[in-house]
């Protein structure tokens, strides 16, 4: 009986494994990109960074309302999946590109017509509002189809296809990659391997980063639609796609608080970014540098949150309780683990990493700083992340919002108001404020998860 279970243990790993894995590369050739991104405009100057880097906050907000659209989506196809049923999962494709056609364009429209006023309500110093608002307007102007990336992303990932997805997000960023080289830089002549050569350029400097991502995101959505169009289990068609509240009620009822709870808590970075700005320009570079750096040492989690929400999803739809006790007392161990590594290499590395993005010394030490404080609090914070991504694959979504809401605006907002605009402290006071907002939602989730309030298999008992 131990050697079936131990066996089934090791399918179950490898399983895990399996779908955890192209996600986190996919998330890592985006943070690469992102590292170019940031090395290339840095290149220009702090004015740059700082003018790029000051709305990113409000490029969060945005991506995560739509992402939690998707949350929605993701919890009904992975339960269909458990319970084998395949049309249901089609049907919700199909209500899905309905969903990205409607908040594509919705958010078009609030984009494009806010981004003149968008630096100027984030304490923008003024000589760089012009060109954040330029950068901001280009890069949302193609705002549906990155609505599709999203959500078609987490629907191929609730169907168990996850390589998909990283394969066009690699050809994403290569494409990012490419245009930026071609369009940031003037025409200069340029020596390899001892020859030396003419590469056209653009010079377009900011704006023609913005250009090469309109693009790249251009070229995703277009990819990612004709690939769920396509794919032999969720392809929408043949389905209807008048609003059908058989599927989306459901959807909707997982969504909505996981999209308050994204929009609050992004709304909040917002307001914590402003904040950072008005310390002053070397502020927000080693802010926006940091945030850089740190996100990929998030990877691990956020890639296995993807796997947790689709297998435990998987379970619930199978009536697995059993199952779903198992995959918790595997993913756990394995995210701590992962997040102790990628925190200790964060804090080893922390300099390092900043003076990738800056040649001030000033904004490198600040920089530093925070993220060696900040990587003290990974293994917490990946422990908050699994279990919310188990109640995200079951449905579970109020108590994760009231959760985040809680530590976003009574922790973090209101302690780095005292701090920085009270007080007059600066940017190592207002990330410890983010570190308490993480070691706060891991006392909330640990005690979900030591009652069971996480598994809605046994609040039916």
């Given at each position: 009986m131990k050697q079936i279970e131990k066996k089934m243990n090791k399918t179950m790993l490898f399983t895990i494994l399996g779908l955890a894995w192209p996600t986190m590369l996919e998330q890592l050739m985006q943070t690469v990109v992102q590292y170019i991104d940031t090395a290339m405009v840095g290149s220009l100057g702090t004015q740059a960074t700082a003018a790029v880097g000051a709305t990113s906050t409000v490029n969060w907000l945005i991506g995560s309302t739509i992402s939690a659209v998707s949350v929605g989506f993701l919890s009904f196809i992975a339960r269909a999946f458990g319970a084998e049923d395949k049309q249901a999962a089609k049907r919700a494709a199909a209500q899905a590109m309905l969903a990205v056609v409607i908040v594509g364009t919705l958010f078009t429209v609030i984009t494009l017509s806010l981004s003149g006023v968008i630096p100027v309500w984030m304490q923008v110093d003024k000589s760089i509002q012009a060109m954040a608002s330029q950068y901001f307007f280009i890069i949302y102007m193609p705002m549906l189809f990155r609505t599709a990336s999203i959500i078609f992303g987490t629907i191929l990932r609730a169907a168990g296809d996850t390589k998909t997805p990283m394969k066009i997000g690699v050809l994403v960023n290569l494409t990012n990659v490419i245009l930026n080289f071609l369009l940031i830089y003037p025409t200069r002549s340029m020596a390899v391997l001892g020859m030396t050569f003419v590469m056209p350029g653009a010079g377009l400097g900011v704006v023609g980063a913005a250009i090469a991502s309109a693009i790249a995101f251009t070229v995703g959505g277009i990819c990612i639609t004709v690939v769920l169009w396509r794919h032999p289990l969720v392809s929408p068609k043949g389905q209807s796609f008048k609003p059908d509240m058989n599927i989306l009620r459901p959807c909707l009822t997982v969504a909505f608080p996981n999209m308050l709870q994204r929009f609050g808590t992004s709304l909040g970075y917002v307001f914590f970014a402003s904040m950072i700005n008005s310390i002053g320009e070397v502020a927000t570079a080693a802010h926006t540098i940091a945030n850089t750096v740190e996100s990929a040492f998030y990877i691990p989690g956020y890639g296995m949150q993807t796997?947790?929400?689709?297998?435990?999803?998987?379970?619930?739809?199978?009536?697995?309780?059993?199952?779903?006790?198992?995959?918790?007392?595997?993913?756990?161990?394995?995210?701590?683990?992962?997040?102790?590594?990628?925190?200790?290499?964060?804090?080893?590395?922390?300099p390092n990493l900043m003076s990738i993005f800056s040649t001030s010394e000033e904004v490198i030490t600040l920089g530093t700083?925070?993220?060696?404080?900040?990587?003290?609090?990974?293994?917490?914070?990946?422990?908050?992340?699994?279990?919310?991504?188990?109640?995200?694959?079951?449905?579970?979504?109020?108590?994760?919002?009231?959760?985040?809401?809680?530590?976003?605006?009574?922790?973090?907002?209101?302690?780095?108001?005292?701090?920085?605009?009270?007080?007059?402290?600066?940017?190592?006071?207002?990330?410890?404020?983010?570190?308490?907002?993480?070691?706060?939602?891991?006392?909330?989730?640990?005690?979900?998860?030591?009652?069971?309030?996480?598994n809605p298999l046994y609040v039916k008992i």
């Open positions: 796997a947790a929400a689709t297998l435990t999803g998987n379970a619930y739809g199978a009536n697995d309780k059993k199952k779903m006790d198992e995959l918790a007392a595997m993913f756990i161990p394995i995210e701590i683990a992962l997040m102790i590594l990628s925190g200790g290499c964060l804090f080893i590395f922390a700083t925070v993220l060696r404080m900040v990587a003290v609090s990974e293994p917490f914070y990946g422990f908050s992340i699994i279990i919310e991504g188990m109640m995200q694959g079951v449905g579970k979504t109020k108590e994760p919002f009231v959760y985040n809401i809680i530590g976003m605006w009574m922790i973090r907002i209101v302690g780095t108001f005292i701090c920085t605009q009270l007080l007059g402290f600066g940017l190592v006071a207002a990330w410890a404020c983010m570190i308490l907002h993480n070691l706060l939602l891991f006392v909330l989730f640990l005690i979900c998860y030591l009652r069971k309030a996480w």
